[in-house]
């Protein structure tokens, strides 16, 4: 064996070493194994096993069934979710809820390379529906609870986790929702760590950028729908309800809502504009200077990430329409999907899509409503602080910035709720998001492991923090 080689061996082994010590990792592998292949979906999985495979996990770790709190309604037994109550010492203190979903979206065997339901390790990823949204964060609360247990670690706080499904489905039953309506004191905290936020990796690996999550858009559908009475195809007439539906779509797409700052987005691209390339230095600069700086603006679109929290944003996201090849059609409709920027709510959108479309044949309806749009969560230095002084120890030379998500959690029940609810996670994705919601979807487990350790002391802090 020649020396560069034996050098090479003995660093993989060091290295092999090295994460084989992580103080309970091969448990934690087999929780997070379980739930991740425990299907969740709503079509055929049953959140209600799941939650209660965790539940027998922390039970036998020796966290008391009185703490251990399932929860379910007869219209969704399969909907379920577990509270698990971790007490503090001091109970003046207010207590801090860990908040994770455990539904997946769903995912089809014969689009994916691999089976989305096998948890499968393959060249320093772990593959499968979950693997990353959200069922990494659920299983790390998990485990950092029972690492607790064994430790006989008593915090000053008490320290809440609640597990809970409909996350990934509109329209459906939500844990989270049902919680803050129903159980409002059974998640009674000064605050909530959800999932949201994270860091970016560049495609060699090395970290970009870790954030913080503070405040979120509305997740919002529309229907637009077009009926007519139809027709024999051989007989054409202009009034087609596809053509109709096709201008409507066409006239969206090129629909461009006003730039938009809070103070979360503001200090998110303030603090992101000296990693940037200087081109995109001025554009930030301009922009924040002047939100209607159609050149700035224009550049700084080019990123689908800057793109998406700039301002509301509307796509289409489903069509269906005609009912025979030879036949005029009777009924168009497509589904129009809205990310709306705190501060504007479903129906003032609605009139935006209606003005825009500008066409009485076209109906724009709201199927449901997800929830309310809140306001950000402020930008609280006794949440913030100790995340952020934490990440710089664990991730040297990192940028750390505050974002708001583009995408919907489930803190948007809770913020509104009175318990502010944060996106923190120290994990690092790829910069496709790790596939999460497509094909394929994976993390890389050195940043599972990280964020593994970084929100066990987190959890530790706030729970004995003064």
């Not at 600069?285 to 224009?298: C, I, K, M, S, V």
């Not at 809205?338 to 129906?347: D, H, K, V």
């Not at 509104?416 to 996670?425: E, R």
């Amino acid at each position: 064996m020649n020396s560069s080689l034996a050098l090479g061996l003995a660093a993989l082994l060091t290295s092999t070493a090295a994460l084989a010590q992580r103080p309970g990792e091969a448990a934690f592998r087999a929780t997070y194994k379980e739930l991740v292949e425990t299907n969740t979906t709503l079509s055929q999985g049953d959140c209600t096993l799941a939650a209660s495979r965790m539940a027998a996990r922390l039970k036998a770790a020796g966290i008391p069934e009185t703490d251990l709190i399932p929860f379910a309604v007869p219209e969704h037994p399969k909907e379920g979710g577990l509270v698990v109550l971790y007490p503090g010492r001091d109970a003046k203190a207010k207590p801090v809820l860990m908040l994770a979903h455990i539904d997946v979206v769903e995912a089809k065997r014969e689009d994916w390379t691999r089976d989305p339901f096998t948890l499968i390790e393959e060249d320093g990823f772990y593959y499968a529906r979950g693997a990353a949204d959200d069922k990494a964060m659920a299983a790390i609360f998990v485990d950092t609870l029972i690492r607790y247990r064994q430790e006989g670690y008593k915090p000053r706080h008490t320290l809440k986790l609640a597990l809970t499904c409909g996350e990934e489905t509109n329209g459906v039953f939500n844990g989270a929702k049902y919680l803050a309506e129903q159980k409002r004191d059974l998640i009674d905290a000064a605050f909530a760590v959800n999932e949201g936020g994270g860091g970016r990796l560049d495609a060699s690996g090395k970290p970009q950028f870790l954030g913080i999550q503070v405040g979120e858009k509305l997740s919002q559908n529309y229907t637009l729908e077009v009926t007519n009475p139809g027709g024999h195809s051989s007989r054409p007439v202009p009034d087609n309800a596809i053509y109709h539906l096709a201008h409507a779509v066409t006239a969206i797409e090129a629909l461009r809502f006003p730039v938009t700052f809070n103070a979360t987005t503001r200090d998110y691209f303030t603090r992101m504009a000296k990693t940037r390339p200087a081109d995109q230095q001025a554009a930030i600069a301009a922009l924040l200077a002047n939100p209607g700086d159609e050149q700035a603006r224009t550049l700084l679109e080019r990123d689908p990430s800057d793109n998406a929290i700039l301002h509301t944003n509307c796509v289409a996201t489903m069509l269906d329409a005609g009912h025979a090849t030879n036949a005029l059609p009777q009924r168009a409709r497509a589904n129009i999907n809205c990310r709306i920027f705190p501060g504007s709510n479903a129906q003032e959108v609605q009139q935006v899509l209606i003005r825009t479309i500008n066409d009485p044949k076209v109906s724009v309806t709201i199927p449901e409503i997800r929830n309310a749009g809140t306001n950000p969560p402020p930008l609280d230095p006794k949440v913030l602080g100790p995340a952020e002084t934490l990440a710089a120890k664990m991730f040297p030379g990192v940028p750390l910035v505050r974002t708001m998500s583009a995408g919907a959690t489930d803190g948007a029940f809770l913020t509104p709720a009175g318990i502010p609810t944060y996106g923190i996670s120290g994990s690092f994705s790829e910069a496709d998001g790790n596939g999460a919601h497509g094909l394929n979807e994976r993390i890389r487990i050195k940043s599972l492991l990280d964020s593994r350790d970084y929100l066990y002391t987190l959890m530790k802090i706030y729970g004995d923090q003064k």
